[in-house]
């Protein structure tokens, strides 16, 4: 496993924009696959965007956030960011960065998570 730290959550206004950023610790000899998840209260917690790894990182996204948000690494690290633009009220959650070894599956390494509220 390895060690995810993430910032940049805050309260935003409804179509305002926030970057998060997460940096990943500990075993920095692998490359890992990462991605971010989300829960907002009461709700179960949901997949959000990933990156893959190799190649091109290619990257996903739910359909909720499509076109809204990006996902991006930086270049040789595992750290990833999470432009979020256009927010709306329903983006409020704990947003959690992730990463897995592998390139399909679950994520085995879950960060603390960092609040993002979008209210007028």
């Known amino acids: 496993q390895v060690q995810l730290a993430e910032s940049g959550g805050g309260l935003v206004q409804p179509g305002g924009s926030l970057r998060l950023s997460c940096e990943a610790s500990g075993r920095t000899d692998i490359r890992y696959r990462m991605g971010w998840f989300r829960q907002a209260p009461g709700k179960e917690r949901d997949f959000v965007a990933e990156?893959?790894?190799?190649?091109?990182?290619?990257?996903y996204y739910a359909a909720s956030v499509k076109d809204r948000f990006t996902i991006s690494r930086e270049s040789g690290k595992n750290t990833v960011y999470l432009q979020m633009n256009n927010l709306k009220p329903e983006d409020t959650a704990i947003y959690y960065c992730?990463?897995?070894?592998?390139?399909?599956?679950?994520?085995?390494?879950w960060g603390q998570g960092t609040q993002v509220t979008v209210s007028s």
């Open positions: 990156i893959r790894r190799t190649g091109i990182n290619p990257s």
């Open positions: 992730v990463a897995s070894a592998g390139d399909y599956g679950g994520f085995d390494s």
